[in-house]
């Protein structure tokens, strides 16, 4: 089946510095790649949608310049969370959308992130 | 727009015993409805969606669910729960048109009980 793989599924980090969170497709071309944000105890939120070769989509509220999107290839996107502060703290998930079958609404998800900044 | 509703957080329940996680949606477009399960500091598995056809869907792990275009619904069920299935459950919506993108409920926190 459909695996995506996403590191480092946890990591600690100082207020000021940046994070690179990878999310990659194992088995399959992921057109569509999309990251999430989970609080303690509450759903998850939509930040962004990357498109393989353009430009990601960020939700209403979500600052593009503080989280940057990547999806250079069918197989791998990044997120980098630039000058981390402790309010940035928070799982983050990516999800997978794959070409063909798999786009008939077939979305796998990463095992999450887990950002602490201190 | 669309949006779904989960209308327990808790669901407290006793091993064996047969339990309903109730998801309602909003959409004014055609939609389509999964069920994602989550256990402590893990991604979301899937337990089941529904497309279109028939509208008792059957998931993995015992659950099912039912589309009830009507009521807007789409609860899930599983007649004898275990102490493993203690997780958050999440029903999610995406419609015909639109980013694609999933939007998810609020979640029910599922509590077995021996």
């Known amino acids: 089946g459909a695996v995506v793989s996403q590191h480092p599924s946890r990591v600690i980090c100082k207020s000021g510095t940046s994070v690179k969170i990878e999310c990659r497709s194992l088995?399959?071309?992921?057109?569509?790649m999309f990251w999430y944000r989970q609080f303690p105890k509450q759903s998850l939120m939509l930040m962004a949608t990357?498109?393989?070769?353009?430009?990601?989509?960020?939700e209403q509220g979500v600052e593009k310049d503080k989280f940057l999107i990547n999806h250079a290839s069918l197989t791998l996107s990044t997120l980098t969370v630039t000058s981390a502060h402790p309010e940035d703290s928070s799982f983050y998930i990516c999800?997978?959308?794959?070409?063909?079958?798999?786009?008939?609404?077939?979305?796998?998800f990463g095992s999450g992130t887990r950002l602490t900044v201190v | 727009a669309q949006s779904v509703t989960q209308l327990d957080s808790q669901v407290p329940v006793f091993e064996e015993a047969p339990v309903e996680l109730r998801c309602n949606y909003s959409?004014?477009?055609?939609?389509?409805l999964f069920w994602y399960v989550q256990y402590p500091n893990q991604g979301l598995q899937l337990l089941l969606k529904?497309?279109?056809?028939?509208?008792l869907v059957k998931g993995i792990n015992g659950f099912e669910a039912e589309f009830n275009k009507s009521q807007t619904s789409f609860h899930l069920r599983k007649p004898s729960v275990h102490i493993s299935d203690t997780a958050e459950y999440f029903c999610?919506?995406?419609?015909?048109?639109?980013?694609?993108?999933?939007?998810f409920g609020s979640g029910t926190r599922l509590q077995v009980q021996p």
């Open positions: 999610a919506v995406i419609s015909d048109t639109g980013r694609r993108a999933l939007t």
């Open positions: 999800s997978a959308r794959g070409q063909g079958i798999l786009a008939n609404y077939g979305y796998t």
């Open positions: 088995d399959f071309q992921a057109t569509t």
């Open positions: 959409s004014s477009v055609s939609v389509y």
């Open positions: 529904y497309l279109s056809g028939s509208t």
């Open positions: 990357s498109n393989e070769g353009s430009k990601a989509t960020y």
